[in-house]
């Protein structure tokens, strides 16, 4: 099954992601999480991408939609895919539909008011990204997977979280609609416990 999760900065996608692909054992496609690769290992898609993320905007469609249809020429996912952040405009879906064939969108719906909090108390593995928060952690600094320390995203402070969100409600909200009208959006309330929303996913997923 191809799957998109949509959902606000914040709304929990990255988190469900991890979970979703230990059950059902299929790659995890976050154009966040290559961003971030490229930045760390200062390749030239690194430099740009890094421009525009610090400043809470979207990294051009072209460098973005090239490297999903690359990555979606992979072998490994001939079992299916989960993609997470991708795609973020009308534009990208539209490219999207061009070489690829979703099956449902799971759409990860948070009351707004919440996301800041959440955001800015996330504490990332430096190693495999895994996500927790300050709330959670009981002053812990190393991740339970994998034991390397826990950092704060550069794109984590209060500014750049406030333009990310006004980017999602301007330009990747309106794929809720773009989706509905595909007949493939199904809307999660995010609101509840991580464990409640996984279960809910996997009661749609089946
Ligand atoms: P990306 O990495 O995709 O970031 P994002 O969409 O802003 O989403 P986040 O990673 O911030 O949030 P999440 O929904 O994964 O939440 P998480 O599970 O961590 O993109 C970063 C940047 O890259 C973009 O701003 C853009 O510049 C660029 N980019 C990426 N894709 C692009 C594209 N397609 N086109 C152009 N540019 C692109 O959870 C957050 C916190 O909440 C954690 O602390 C977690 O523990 C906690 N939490 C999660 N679920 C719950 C819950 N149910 N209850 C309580 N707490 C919870």
Do not use: W
């Not at 979207?58 to 993609?83: A, C, F, H, S």
């Not at 009208?181 to 991580?194: M, R």
């Amino acid at each position: 099954m191809n799957i998109i999760l949509l959902g606000a900065p914040g709304a929990g996608k990255g988190t469900q992601a991890t979970k979703l692909v230990d059950k059902y054992q299929i790659p995890h496609i976050s154009t966040g999480d290559i961003f971030r690769y490229n930045i760390k290992n200062q390749t030239p898609i690194g430099v740009v991408a890094k421009s525009y993320i610090d400043k809470g905007q979207l990294v051009p469609d072209e460098v973005t939609v090239e490297i999903v249809k690359q990555r979606l020429n992979e072998k490994d996912v001939e079992v299916g895919y989960l993609l997470d952040g991708f795609p973020r405009n009308i534009f990208q879906a539209e490219e999207l539909d061009k070489f690829a064939t979703i099956d449902k969108v799971i759409d990860i719906s948070v009351n707004l008011d919440k996301l800041l909090k959440r955001i800015t108390g996330r504490r990332v593995c430096s190693k495999c990204g895994e996500s927790y928060h300050v709330d959670t952690l009981n002053g812990v600094t190393t991740c339970s997977r994998c034991g390397a320390d826990l950092i704060q995203r550069a794109d984590d402070n209060e500014a750049t979280v406030e333009k990310r969100l006004t980017v999602y409600k301007e330009q990747t909200a309106p794929l809720i609609d773009y989706y509905k009208k595909a007949g493939k959006l199904v809307t999660v309330d995010g609101d509840k416990a991580i464990d409640e929303v996984f279960n809910s996913i996997v009661e749609i997923l089946g």
